[in-house]
């Protein structure tokens, strides 16, 4: 199985709302990410997870909370978002090697319209 | 901080003719990384390249790694309409631990 699945496939919330999104891979991945991607751009790093632990927090607002429950699964809660936090939320894995990325693998994405 | 530049930003081309895109930049990569993405979608993986100088091909596809670890081109021979999209190279560092540095996109359009 190669694959990495994300819900729901379309989000749209109001301002006041909490949401989350959910991803899952069952490659036997230890590193999950979540990246954001706004229309003709490339991704944008958010944050990583390695074997469980946050690794990298890219400055990302504290609307924004990452949660992984266990070495398949990877949530965002979403509260108090912004209109300009409109995007396409991708989940991708990876198997960490030396502590590097090596090849990514994305979800189909979530896109998120905050109203 | 390390950047990728992408090129050609856009491309036009007919059905059946070759396309060619390539990456450059000015600090050292250990992996290149070539994804399609279709709109609304999220990034496929095409070719992954993990040593200098290899050359890997992926049915009409063939990418290589630059001799000098700063580049690396996609070639997509006879392209068809379902080609289109937008190409995304990506580099990994020794140095960058788990980041992956994007390039701007091509993006490419096929005329049947």
């Known amino acids: 199985d190669t694959e990495v699945t994300q819900t729901p496939k379309h989000l749209v919330m109001g301002m006041t709302n909490k949401k989350s999104l959910k991803c899952e891979q069952h490659?036997?991945?230890?590193?999950m990410y979540w990246y954001k991607q706004k229309a003709k751009k490339p991704p944008e790093l958010m944050f990583v997870?390695?074997?469980?632990?946050?690794?990298i927090n890219e400055s990302v607002p504290s609307r924004f909370s990452p949660e992984c429950p266990n070495s398949s699964l990877l949530n965002l809660h979403l509260h108090a978002l912004q209109p300009e936090d409109s995007a396409l939320y991708l989940c991708?894995?990876?198997?960490?090697?030396?502590?590097?990325?090596?090849?990514?693998?994305f979800g189909p994405g979530t896109r998120l319209t905050v109203l | 901080g390390q950047q990728l530049n992408q090129s050609p930003q856009s491309m036009f081309i007919q059905e059946g003719e070759d396309v060619s895109m390539n990456c450059t930049s000015s600090s050292i990569f250990n992996t290149w990384l070539w994804y399609k993405q279709d709109p609304g979608e999220g990034p496929v993986l095409l070719i992954a390249?993990?040593?200098?100088?290899e050359l890997t091909s992926n049915g009409r596809l063939t990418a290589q790694f630059g001799i000098t670890r700063k580049d690396s081109f996609l070639n997509i021979s006879a392209s068809i309409p379902s080609d289109v999209g937008i190409y995304f190279c990506?580099?990994?560092?020794?140095?960058?631990?788990?980041?992956?540095?994007f390039g701007a996109g091509t993006r490419l359009f096929v005329k049947a």
């Open positions: 990506a580099g990994q560092s020794n140095t960058g631990g788990f980041k992956t540095i």
């Open positions: 997870y390695s074997y469980e632990k946050l690794s």
């Open positions: 490659m036997g991945h230890r590193a």
């Open positions: 991708a894995s990876s198997q960490p090697t030396s502590g590097r990325a090596k090849s990514l693998f």
């Open positions: 390249l993990y040593k200098a100088g």
